[in-house]
């Protein structure tokens, strides 16, 4: 196998090896940096387009074809659940809902950064959430069958899995 070019270091007298390349647990990075994006987006616009307005925007918006395929997902449901409580809202509280979907962007922008850098917090922030969203998938598969969700659910699953199962190998250990 090839290993990452760092150099080992010594901690109480112990060699610490390198760590061997991860593709996956780059990909798995990468998407929850990218979702960090999108929620953050997401956030940025509801703040930046807050109007009185607004619901009928939000009706426009939810109808599209994308976020339509986008309710699949359990977490998506924020989004719908937003959209459900700013029908009669006034503009100030359009921001903070706004504000507080850029916050919630935070959770999977520092998740993704940590799983770059192979911290061993990350490894179990990542473990934990996705673990955490298997429950609610196999819920909403027995309410209403959808194979989008079965793929999402199952995507859960190989992360949650893939993580735990190697997490000695990805992640760097601080021995004291």
């Not at 610490?16 to 780059?26: F, M, N, Q, S």
């Not at 703040?47 to 986008?70: E, R, T």
């Not at 999977?108 to 473990?127: C, Q, T």
């Not at 298997?134 to 793929?151: C, D, G, N, R, T």
């Amino acid at each position: 196998m090839m290993t990452m070019q760092r150099p080992p270091t010594a901690l109480n007298g112990a060699e610490e090896k390198p760590l061997r390349r991860a593709p996956t647990l780059y990909a798995i990075s990468y998407f929850k940096l990218i979702k960090g994006v999108l929620f953050l987006f997401f956030g940025l616009l509801i703040y930046m387009k807050a109007s009185p307005h607004i619901s009928q925007d939000w009706v426009d918006l939810l109808n599209k074809p994308f976020f339509q395929s986008l309710k699949i997902h359990p977490e998506n449901k924020l989004l719908q659940h937003i959209a459900d409580q700013l029908a009669d809202l006034t503009t100030s509280r359009i921001k903070l809902w706004g504000a507080g979907v850029m916050l919630f962007s935070l959770f999977p922008l520092v998740e993704g950064a940590g799983l770059l850098f192979r911290a061993r917090w990350a490894g179990w922030l990542a473990i934990g959430e996705s673990a955490f969203f298997v429950p609610i998938e196999m819920y909403e598969l027995a309410k209403q069958f959808h194979p989008y969700m079965v793929l999402v659910m199952l995507a859960n699953i190989v992360i949650v899995w893939y993580l735990f199962a190697n997490r000695e190998r990805l992640f760097r250990h601080h021995h004291h």
